[in-house]
Structure formats: structure tokens, C-alpha cells
């Protein structure tokens, strides 16, 4: 049995196309056109990663999840919106969600960030992660290759954010917002810091993985 999806999308043409393009990918999916039906649904059942359209009659998807996070429940949450602006993505974040897409996204993109999106909680849920030639240790804050070095908190979480995007170019501010999320003394010049320092413990250890970007612009996981 594939992994679980939870969507709630109102407009019935996109909850039906969304449907079978995640069941073609072999995920199994509970779908709802309203955000208390899906609500229910959530507070009743496990589910490996939720999609939540925020504009829905009778309960919006920030107000399901707003719910759902103050009974502690970390379902991964995606937030659907046909809306771009600024304040709707930081309420949704801000609220505890994991991503979001605006409308209209690609059926790509989509799964791309589902993918992304379950790889991460894997990855939260490893104290040791292995991933390419390396080895990342949570517990004892180390990664390794041919030889081990140790990473600060900031390193590993880094690491951590940069292998759950492998192969994605991610922005200096996109880094620093998820890393440094509570700290308003750190800029673009804090996170090529700590970028230059995990290049360089990542050749020290001669690992094949490569950080490709320059300072204050986009940066992306690689193998050489």
C-alpha cells in the first residue's frame, strides 16, 4: 500500500485531476471539497502528508491547520492557493505549514514537492542519515565519509535543509528563514558563512557532494 494523502481542494474539476494524478503515483488519497470534512478526517486518521487549498467554504485551510497543530498533530502540510501574495504565505507558515503552491502550479512540481516533502520527515525522524557517500549524525552532531568531522547546530541543520532539497536551488533568504527563523541579527552574509564552512568540512572529508551558489544568491546541493 502506497503512502497515505489527505487533499481537500473545493473546486471539484481540480480535487478530481489532483486525485488521480497522486493515485497514478501510487499514492493512496482521501479527498474532501470542504475544510471540515477534512478536518474530521485528519483529527480521525493518520496520513503521511496533507494538501489543504486555503480559500474553501466553511473552514479555510490555515484555519484546519491552525486546528490540527494545536493538538500537536505534525502531518506534513501543503497549502494550496490561487492567491500570490506576501501575507497569505506567511500566515500559512506561520500557522505550521510545511510548503505551499500557488495557483496554477504543474502536476510535476506538485509531486516534486510531495516527494520533497516526505523525504524531509524521513529525514527528521533519523538520527543517523545516510544519504549519497555521507553519513550525518544527529545525536552526535558529526557527518562523515572517508573521515568524520563535527558540525555546530547551525551546520547540521544546514546539512540537514540542503539534503531534503537535493538537487534544488534554494534562496539565500529561503536558507536563512528556515535556519534562522528566530534570529533578526542574521543576513545573507551569516548564511555564506556557514555555507563556506560545510564546503569545506564536505571536502575535508572528501565527500562527492558539492554546494554550488554564490554569496547572497541561490545555492544547491550536488554530486560532483
Given amino acids: 500500500m502506497g503512502q497515505k494523502i489527505l487533499l481537500a481542494e473545493d473546486t471539484a474539476d481540480m480535487n478530481k485531476v489532483v486525485t488521480a494524478v497522486l493515485e497514478h503515483d501510487g499514492y493512496e488519497v482521501d479527498s474532501f471539497l470542504d475544510g471540515k470534512s477534512a478536518l474530521k478526517a485528519l483529527m480521525s486518521n493518520r496520513y503521511d502528508a496533507a494538501l ?25 502540510v501543503i497549502l494550496l492557493t490561487a492567491k500570490s501574495e506576501i501575507e497569505d504565505k506567511v500566515d500559512g507558515l506561520d500557522a505550521g505549514a510545511n510548503d505551499y503552491l500557488t495557483k496554477p502550479f504543474s502536476m510535476k512540481e506538485l509531486l516534486a514537492r510531495i516527494r520533497s516533502l516526505l523525504r524531509t520527515q524521513n529525514v527528521a525522524n533519523n538520527k543517523i542519515i545516510v544519504f549519497s557517500d555521507i553519513k550525518v549524525d544527529s ?75 554564490e554569496k547572497g544568491g541561490q545555492f544547491i546541493l550536488l554530486e560532483r
Fill in 52 to 76: 489543504l487549498d486555503i480559500m474553501m467554504p466553511g473552514m479555510t485551510g490555515i484555519e484546519v491547520l491552525k486546528e490540527i497543530r494545536s493538538t500537536n498533530d505534525e502531518t506534513p
Fill in 139 to 213: 545525536e552526535n552532531l558529526t557527518v562523515s565519509s572517508e573521515n568524520t568531522v563535527g558540525l555546530s547546530n547551525h551546520e547540521y541543520e544546514l546539512i540537514k535543509l540542503l539534503i531534503n532539497n537535493f538537487g534544488r536551488e534554494l534562496d539565500t533568504d529561503f536558507i536563512k528563514d528556515h535556519i534562522w527563523d528566530d534570529d533578526d541579527s542574521a543576513d545573507a552574509d551569516t548564511v555564506w558563512l556557514y555555507i563556506s564552512y560545510l564546503k569545506e568540512k564536505l571536502d575535508s572529508i572528501s565527500s562527492k557532494l558539492e554546494i554550488k551558489g
